[in-house]
């Protein structure tokens, strides 16, 4: 950036943020907005027309002449209608936006997947104003942060599910807090820090690849002679392209309020990572959605393609988003960090062993939360956490846990017994702990990291999981709790008891190992390798109890839920099916042919000079007509698969992943093969190497 000084004005300035509605409301109407946004107070109608009004003036003030209700459908991106503020008097107008469009918008969604939620004939759903999320101007349109709902009151989306999660581990934390005497705390609230990993390409070479184009994803390349084996990209200088691209970025996000913070170049070459500062877990989420948006669309003017798919290149390291998770009270308490004294030992313990607790038992609603298509590429190969959920403690913690259990004296605190609420605990260091990555769930000395996510997904799903799995550990452990006789004894034995009964979920060793998939299947931890081997298990009674007791789904919304993810995985296979198709008849078998009759012609012309070493141009073109031969056999057969798949959606997925994956990869494999043995002159778009180095 030319003037660093600006980014203070910079930061947020597009954002009707705590400054802005400080100066541009009435004081008491100021402060019933606040009570609305930290302690979830019902706003009043004549509270949200000022605020309406103020909102309004303040978008005109930035140029902006329509509004929109933002928000996430099932899709998983986000979607905007916009209107104008126009209201006609007479033969003028005015600029207008009254409280109840700010609170309340119509959405005919029709063609927003809802599962069978919402039959066409009753279209239409609403959306609500989400107060917690900021309001910002994105292209001259003032964005309303909203929930989608049907007008049966079923959630069509992402947010209403997530705030509703957010409140439910709210009212657990706040009653065990209660009991360790901490009265002031007014709200819980999970907080977020999504990492982000992306690949750029240049925008001429993406266009050439139908496949990129359609699909995200490459369906073809063979592997380039040089690839992440150096690792001279990971952490490595980042080329000046690429740093004008994240300069851009950043700016573009500061103006958004987005605490965009570190970046570097990943592991393999082409891949970068963004993370912003974490934030409350549903403003985190409204950022990330905007990180992918904004990511996009400076790629663009940068004549780059930003690619979010989790798995844009075989054999190169996918992208993923990790998923840095905690909990924290507005007194600026992270419940996740150990403190310094034994009762705040005591109540990170206990926090602790809610969330080993929930992740146990709700390992499967964790691993569906980020099933898709893409991402089954991603896990349990290798780079990636496998498709088994477990947590990594570190040394440390998992010591004085066996101690705990086993009543027996912790060596690293001087050969203490370690008593809950009367002991302290050692210093966890936080560096020591963040060393294993290929563990799922790792603690990392104040926080959660969630590593099984995939680079495109909306991080509200996971996030729902967590929160209600948590908020069921901690309402069974205050139920418990809040008839013991005796505080510190019951405490005690919770944590002692959790860790005995799940500590099974607990793996500090290498989770891409052979060994771990044995061990885990010993330890009954679930391995779903598959879209459709997971998201069913989403209607187990178990998970449909959980979701329903904390009133954050209902079996209905559950159902279509699974309906849904099933859906877009069919979708998905299917389109990529026919994308490979398409590029094998319409371009790589031409210009192999091309190339054969080259080497074809060559032959006959050295043929009629009596030249007799044709040894060169027989034996390719025996090895191109055969490889030619069983791609197009592979072909057929895709195609052949592709008219017989079955009707109901949950038949169709577990058919794209049995039967068609396996002949894309039988056709992939010839068309590599032939890529390795074609003139690069003939070969009908860029190759992995164009792609991954040609950023320059
Ligand atoms: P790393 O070593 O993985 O880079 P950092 O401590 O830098 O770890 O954090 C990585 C991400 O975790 C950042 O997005 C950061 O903001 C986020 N993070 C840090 N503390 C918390 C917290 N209490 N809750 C949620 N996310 C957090
Ligand atoms: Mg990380």
Excluded at 363 to 392: M, Y
Aim: aromatic share 8%; with cysteine.
């Amino acid at each position: 950036m030319e003037n660093p000084d600006r980014i203070p004005e910079l930061f947020g300035s597009l954002v009707f943020n705590d400054k802005v509605m400080k100066a541009k409301l009435p004081k008491d109407i100021y402060k019933s907005l606040k009570k609305t946004i930290d302690e979830d107070a019902p706003l009043e109608i004549d509270v949200a027309n000022v605020v309406a009004n103020a909102m309004k003036e303040w978008a005109l003030e930035h140029g902006a002449t329509h509004y929109t209700h933002w928000f996430q459908p099932l899709t998983g991106i986000t979607a905007e209608k916009h209107d104008s503020f126009i209201e006609p008097v007479g033969d003028s107008v005015v600029m207008e936006l009254s409280g109840k469009s700010l609170i309340r918008g119509e959405s005919d969604a029709s063609s927003f997947p809802s599962g069978g939620l919402r039959a066409t004939f009753e279209a239409r759903g609403y959306t609500a104003w989400d107060p917690t999320s900021y309001a910002f101007i994105k292209e001259k349109t003032l964005c309303i942060p909203t929930a989608f709902c049907s007008y049966g009151g079923q959630a069509l989306d992402k947010k209403a599910p997530l705030l509703r999660s957010m409140e439910a581990i709210n009212t657990q934390a706040l009653r065990v807090l209660r009991l360790f005497g901490k009265t002031d705390v007014k709200s819980v609230r999970t907080t977020v820090g999504a990492e982000q990993e992306y690949f750029l390409v240049t925008k001429e070479m993406y266009d050439e690849r139908e496949d990129l184009r359609l699909c995200g994803r490459t369906l073809f390349g063979a592997k380039p002679p040089r690839s992440q084996e150096m690792e001279a990209h990971y952490f490595g200088a980042i080329k000046p392209r690429v740093k004008a691209y994240m300069e851009d970025l950043n700016e573009e996000l500061w103006k958004f309020g987005v605490l965009a913070k570190t970046q570097h170049n990943e592991t393999a070459p082409a891949q970068h990572e963004l993370a912003p500062i974490f934030a409350t877990t549903n403003i985190a989420n409204d950022h990330n959605q905007l990180i992918m948006e904004i990511m996009k669309k400076v790629a663009t003017r940068h004549g780059l393609v930003c690619l979010l798919h989790e798995k844009p290149f075989a054999g190169v390291n996918g992208s993923g988003k990790h998923n840095n998770f905690s909990i924290s009270t507005n007194t600026g308490k992270n419940l996740l960090s150990p403190g310094a004294s034994p009762a705040d030992n005591a109540q990170f313990l206990l926090f602790l062993s809610a969330v080993i607790k929930a992740v146990d038992e709700y390992g499967d609603l964790l691993r569906i939360s980020v099933a898709t298509a893409g991402n089954d590429h991603r896990l349990g190969s290798s780079e990636a956490p496998p498709a088994i959920v477990s947590i990594f403690l570190g040394s440390e913690l998992t010591e004085i846990l066996d101690c705990i259990e086993a009543d027996k004296p912790y060596e690293g605190k001087g050969g203490h017994l370690m008593k809950i609420g009367a002991s302290v605990l050692p210093e966890i260091p936080m560096d020591n702990t963040d060393r294993n990555r290929t563990s799922p769930f790792a603690f990392t000395g104040n926080k959660f990291e969630f590593r099984m996510l995939g680079a495109s997904l909306n991080i509200a799903d996971p996030n729902i999981v967590l929160n209600t799995i948590v908020a069921e550990s901690l309402k069974q452990i205050a139920d418990i709790l809040e008839a013991a006789p005796d505080f510190d004894t019951e405490v005690h034995n919770i944590v002692k008891r959790i860790y005995a009964n799940h500590k099974k979920v607990i793996f500090n060793g290498d989770g891409y190992s052979e060994n771990w998939q044995k061990e885990a299947e010993k330890r009954g931890l679930p391995n779903y390798r598959t879209v459709p081997d997971a998201v069913p298990h989403f209607a187990d009674p178990k998970n449909i109890k959980v979701f329903t007791d904390h009133k954050i789904l209902s079996e209905v919304e559950i159902r279509s839920r699974i309906e849904i993810s099933l859906e877009n995985y069919a979708k998905t296979i299917g389109i990529e099916a026919l994308t490979m198709s398409d590029m094998v008849k319409k371009q790589i078998l031409p210009a192999v042919q091309s190339y054969i009759a080259e080497l074809g012609t060559n032959a006959l012309n050295k043929k009629a000079l009596g030249i007799k070493a044709l040894g060169y141009e027989t034996a390719m073109l025996e090895e191109l007509s055969a490889y030619s031969d069983s791609l197009y056999q592979a072909t057929v057969a895709l195609d052949m698969a592709l008219t017989a798949v079955p009707g109901s959606t949950e038949a169709a997925a577990r058919y794209y992943c049995d039967e068609v994956l396996p002949r894309m990869n039988t056709v992939r494999e010839a068309a590599d093969k032939l890529e390795a043995i074609t003139a690069s002159e003939y070969w009908p778009f860029p190759t992995y190497s164009d792609l991954l180095f040609g950023v320059r």
